[in-house]
């Protein structure tokens, strides 16, 4: 029952809608038949209400900045792995990613081969060996088991709502008996890895042939400021084990305004003259195709389904171009072990030619090889 | 909490500076605005906030998510304010009228009032800056959940979670931080009331 005695007690409350029902409608009552704690109610709402239009307050321009420095020491300090969105620097990020994978293929294999009997117990010494090795990147097993868990899990949502079209996985290696498969954290990647390995093996003995494809999809983003949209997009790509490659901004004038341009070509074109034009943004990254649905899926809940396009993927063959650079790997190394059997002291900067090549031939087999299981992404992001 | 923020959790919790970034995005704000509130200045809220998100990073991986993420981090960015607070009151502060010495002998230390004239009281900016000071000249517990309550927006039960104590408690302290609030206002009102007769 409020009276004036408990009205102090109860006004605040009571404005916040935190009273149950009970007291609410005594409160109600109260305040009809006593004129002095209705001028307490009313004023005490109109202090509140002056409280709660205060404006919020904007963060400072280089807050954001200044904290992502902080926290990367932090994160260095603390020695956990750091993901700074950055320009490439060949595919280092993709070739960690196989060297775990082959690590876990490896686990793999010793635990199947010890379940077949393969391994008598004194040859398990290689394999327990094996296993260490594997467990150097328990962090990165973890971040890619979490990252398959939500993949497939995503994947059944899509089912072609967004017109995404099904994953192509063209590696044609004949089949392994396959350990474990499905028991273990990134099993997908492991046996695409390990097909390969077996396909690499066969070309090595001149036996079979390894197709590798490219594939690429576009994304359109359509967004009232791409500036600020293109952040998101970025942290989201990155959540999702994206590689960013490069972004580029490209402004494209209104048809009227690129006339306006023409007529004066001496004039300068400030700030204020884009504003007709629709300006648009592009940025590329490399995403394991395991991700994609997921990302995809992330854009679409973070734009809202009618301002993100999907486009279905474009499959270009690199088996040739794969071929080309393994013969040329392999002609190389012919040359280079020729060489080293004649006098090394006259070939040296012959020979440092050769490895020069080698490497870069190598490098190009490892990127055509992991077209299989990444996909190149183009985002356009349109001004409205 | 979203499949994507449990995502990104899970990856803060490894060490991921990308993902913690995304997972505090619509938190940063706030965490600023309720440090500005708290400390009531721009410069000093900002290094305060980014205290409090380097301790919520340094700390994530302990989350146990028994509470919720924003509860958890209001929590820490509240601790870190209160932390603050103390530390400068033990510092030594220079007293508004405090004697200054020149070679003419000495003078009192004269603050110019910030307090605006009547005629421009209805207009709202003016309303806005004898609010907020009101707010600041209030002790911290009551600045703190009026912050949380009516800036913030946090229900008796949230701050009850975030200050760890009962709804009922919250109740009690925000009614009596509203009306030292009433009061103060009364009383610059009661003040100016004078200056304009004078």
């Given at each position: 029952?409020?009276?004036?005695?408990?009205?102090?007690?109860?006004?605040?409350?009571?404005i916040?809608?935190?009273?149950?029902?009970?007291?609410?409608?005594?409160?109600?009552?109260h305040?009809?038949?006593?004129r002095?704690?209705?001028?307490?109610l009313?004023?005490?709402t109109?202090?509140?209400?002056?409280?709660?239009?205060?404006?919020?307050?904007?963060?400072?321009v280089?807050?954001k900045?200044?904290?992502h420095?902080?926290?990367v020491?932090?994160?260095?300090?603390?020695?956990?792995?750091?993901?700074?969105?950055k320009k490439?620097?060949?595919?280092?990020?993709?070739?960690?990613?196989?060297?775990?994978a082959?690590?876990?293929?490896?686990?793999l294999?010793?635990?199947?081969?010890?379940?077949?009997?393969?391994?008598?117990?004194?040859?398990?010494?290689?394999?327990?060996?094996?296993?260490?090795?594997?467990?150097?990147?328990?962090?990165?097993?973890?971040?890619?088991?979490?990252?398959?868990?939500s993949?497939?899990?995503?994947?059944?949502?899509?089912?072609?709502?967004?017109?995404?079209?099904?994953?192509?996985?063209?590696?044609?290696?004949?089949?392994?008996?396959?350990?474990?498969?499905?028991?273990?954290?990134?099993?997908?990647?492991?046996?695409?890895?390990?097909?390969?390995?077996?396909?690499?093996?066969?070309?090595?003995?001149?036996?079979?042939?390894?197709?590798?494809?490219?594939?690429l999809?576009?994304?359109?983003?359509?967004?009232e400021?791409?500036?600020?949209?293109?952040?998101?997009?970025?942290?989201?790509?990155?959540?999702?084990?994206?590689?960013?490659?490069?972004?580029?901004?490209?402004?494209?004038?209104?048809?009227?305004?690129?006339?306006?341009?023409?007529?004066?070509?001496d004039?300068t074109?400030?700030?204020?003259?884009?504003?007709?034009?629709?300006?648009?943004?592009?940025?590329?990254?490399?995403m394991?195709?395991?991700?994609?649905?997921?990302?995809?899926?992330?854009?679409?809940?973070?734009?809202?389904?009618?301002?993100?396009?999907?486009?279905?993927f474009?499959?270009?063959?690199?088996?040739?171009?794969?071929?080309?650079?393994?013969?040329?790997?392999?002609a190389?190394?012919?040359?280079?072990?020729?060489?080293?059997?004649?006098?090394?002291?006259?070939?040296?900067?012959?020979?440092e030619?050769?490895?020069?090549?080698?490497?870069?031939?190598?490098?190009?087999?490892?990127?055509?090889?992991?077209?299989?299981?990444?996909?190149?992404?183009?985002?356009?992001?349109?001004?409205? | 909490m979203?499949s994507?923020?449990?995502?990104?959790?899970?990856?803060?919790?490894?060490?991921?500076?990308?993902?913690?970034?995304?997972?505090?995005e619509?938190?940063?704000?706030?965490?600023?605005?309720?440090?500005?509130?708290?400390?009531?200045?721009?410069?000093?809220?900002?290094?305060?906030?980014?205290?409090?998100?380097?301790?919520?990073?340094?700390?994530?991986?302990?989350?146990?998510?028994?509470?919720?993420?924003?509860?958890?981090?209001?929590?820490?960015?509240?601790?870190?304010?209160?932390?603050?607070?103390?530390?400068?009151?033990?510092?030594?502060?220079?007293?508004?009228?405090?004697?200054?010495?020149?070679?003419?002998?000495?003078?009192?230390?004269?603050?110019?009032?910030d307090?605006?004239?009547?005629?421009?009281?209805?207009?709202?900016?003016?309303?806005?800056?004898?609010?907020?000071?009101?707010i600041?000249?209030?002790?911290?517990?009551?600045?703190?959940?009026?912050?949380?309550?009516?800036?913030q927006?946090?229900?008796?039960?949230e701050?009850?979670?975030?200050?760890?104590?009962?709804?009922?408690?919250?109740?009690?302290?925000i009614?009596?931080?509203?009306?030292?609030?009433?009061?103060?206002?009364?009383?610059?009102?009661?003040?100016?009331?004078?200056?304009?007769?004078?």
């Amino acid at each position: 029952m409020i009276n004036c005695k408990n009205f102090r007690e109860n006004v605040c409350a009571y404005i916040d809608n935190e009273l149950n029902i009970k007291e609410r409608l005594s409160f109600d009552e109260h305040v009809r038949s006593c004129r002095e704690c209705k001028r307490e109610l009313d004023e005490m709402t109109q202090i509140i209400g002056l409280c709660t239009d205060l404006p919020q307050q904007e963060l400072p321009v280089d807050f954001k900045a200044e904290l992502h420095e902080k926290l990367v020491t932090v994160a260095d300090r603390q020695g956990s792995k750091v993901i700074s969105i950055k320009k490439p620097n060949g595919f280092h990020f993709l070739r960690t990613f196989a060297t775990i994978a082959a690590g876990l293929l490896l686990v793999l294999l010793a635990g199947s081969f010890y379940k077949f009997g393969f391994f008598s117990p004194a040859k398990m010494q290689d394999s327990t060996n094996s296993a260490a090795l594997a467990m150097e990147q328990p962090a990165a097993a973890k971040d890619e088991a979490l990252a398959n868990d939500s993949g497939s899990a995503s994947s059944t949502e899509m089912g072609g709502g967004l017109g995404v079209q099904a994953k192509s996985f063209t590696a044609q290696a004949p089949a392994m008996a396959a350990p474990t498969a499905g028991t273990v954290a990134g099993a997908d990647r492991s046996a695409a890895v390990q097909n390969r390995e077996a396909a690499v093996g066969q070309l090595a003995a001149g036996a079979g042939t390894e197709t590798v494809n490219s594939r690429l999809s576009t994304i359109t983003v359509s967004a009232e400021d791409p500036n600020t949209f293109i952040d998101k997009i970025k942290s989201l790509a990155v959540a999702n084990n994206a590689e960013i490659v490069d972004n580029q901004l490209t402004v494209t004038f209104s048809e009227s305004m690129t006339a306006a341009k023409q007529a004066n070509a001496d004039q300068t074109v400030t700030a204020a003259d884009y504003a007709g034009g629709p300006e648009q943004q592009r940025l590329y990254f490399t995403m394991p195709d395991t991700q994609y649905e997921q990302f995809a899926t992330a854009l679409n809940n973070e734009f809202g389904a009618a301002n993100v396009q999907v486009g279905a993927f474009v499959t270009e063959d690199m088996t040739e171009p794969l071929n080309r650079a393994i013969k040329e790997s392999n002609a190389l190394d012919n040359r280079m072990q020729e060489l080293e059997k004649e006098d090394s002291t006259k070939n040296a900067s012959k020979m440092e030619d050769l490895k020069a090549q080698k490497e870069a031939a190598d490098k190009r087999i490892d990127e055509l090889r992991l077209g299989n299981d990444f996909v190149n992404v183009t985002i356009l992001v349109n001004g409205k | 909490m979203s499949s994507n923020e449990q995502i990104l959790l899970e990856k803060s919790k490894a060490g991921d500076v990308a993902a913690f970034e995304m997972l505090i995005e619509a938190y940063q704000k706030k965490i600023f605005n309720l440090a500005f509130r708290m400390i009531g200045n721009y410069e000093d809220a900002g290094d305060l906030a980014q205290e409090a998100l380097i301790r919520i990073f340094k700390s994530i991986s302990n989350f146990k998510e028994q509470s919720s993420l924003s509860t958890w981090i209001y929590r820490i960015t509240t601790n870190v304010c209160l932390d603050e607070i103390r530390k400068k009151k033990n510092r030594k502060v220079l007293s508004l009228d405090e004697e200054i010495h020149i070679e003419d002998g000495d003078m009192q230390r004269q603050i110019m009032s910030d307090d605006p004239l009547p005629d421009e009281l209805m207009e709202k900016k003016e309303l806005r800056q004898i609010i907020n000071s009101a707010i600041d000249s209030l002790p911290e517990d009551q600045r703190l959940v009026i912050t949380l309550r009516d800036i913030q927006g946090l229900s008796y039960d949230e701050i009850g979670r975030v200050l760890e104590c009962p709804a009922g408690t919250v109740k009690s302290r925000i009614n009596r931080a509203r009306f030292a609030l009433k009061n103060v206002l009364i009383s610059k009102r009661e003040l100016l009331n004078e200056e304009y007769v004078k």
